[in-house]
């Protein structure tokens, strides 16, 4: 009797095995997510941002809009990629003080795992931390369901929100 059960159950446990072992692959994830995190260096009088895109995604969006094949592992085309992050950075994020956009600076990317970070700065001498508003579409063009936090950082008050798709701005006050 007890035999027929671990029988009827194999199945099962195979197909519990086998959804679990796809966790563990780096190019899968449940989710469509980006998180930035920006703050202000009131000594450099700059923001500061990282923003962290899933790999798998970004190759796939980048090489949607720029139809060219995107392999964040291939150093030999680093230039090329450079090129491309700062277009799709730059037209997907942005930051706004009293309307006045803060003009972003690429600085770099980096592969950790399944994720890539990109590195941007914006002078913001005229910063105005009572009226900030971000604009967050990183992704958009491939998901859904895709959602942008957002963390803003300044003088050490942290704030945090979320955009949702197709929530594209986020207003912050400090």
């Known amino acids: ?76 085309r680093k230039s090329a990629l450079d090129e491309l992050v700062t277009k799709y950075i730059t037209t997907h994020l942005s930051i706004r003080s009293n309307g006045q956009l803060q003009r972003l600076k690429f600085f770099g990317w980096e592969v950790d795992h399944e994720a890539v970070y990109i590195y941007t700065t914006a002078d913001a001498a005229a910063l105005n931390p009572r009226n900030i508003t971000v604009e967050n579409t990183i992704l958009y063009e491939l998901f859904q369901d895709q959602m942008n936090i957002v963390h803003f950082i300044v003088n050490g008050t942290r704030k945090s929100s979320k955009l949702a798709y197709p929530e594209r701005k986020l207003q912050f006050s400090f």
């Open 1 to 76: 009797m007890a035999c027929n059960h671990y029988k009827r159950s194999l199945p099962v446990w195979l197909l519990v095995c086998f959804l679990l072992s796809g966790f563990s692959r780096p190019a899968w994830h449940p989710f469509h997510v980006s998180a930035s995190e920006m703050e202000y260096n009131s000594k450099t009088q700059k923001l500061e941002i990282s923003t962290k895109i899933f790999t798998d995604d970004f190759e796939s969006v980048l090489a949607r809009i720029y139809k060219t094949p995107v392999d964040f592992s291939n150093k030999s």
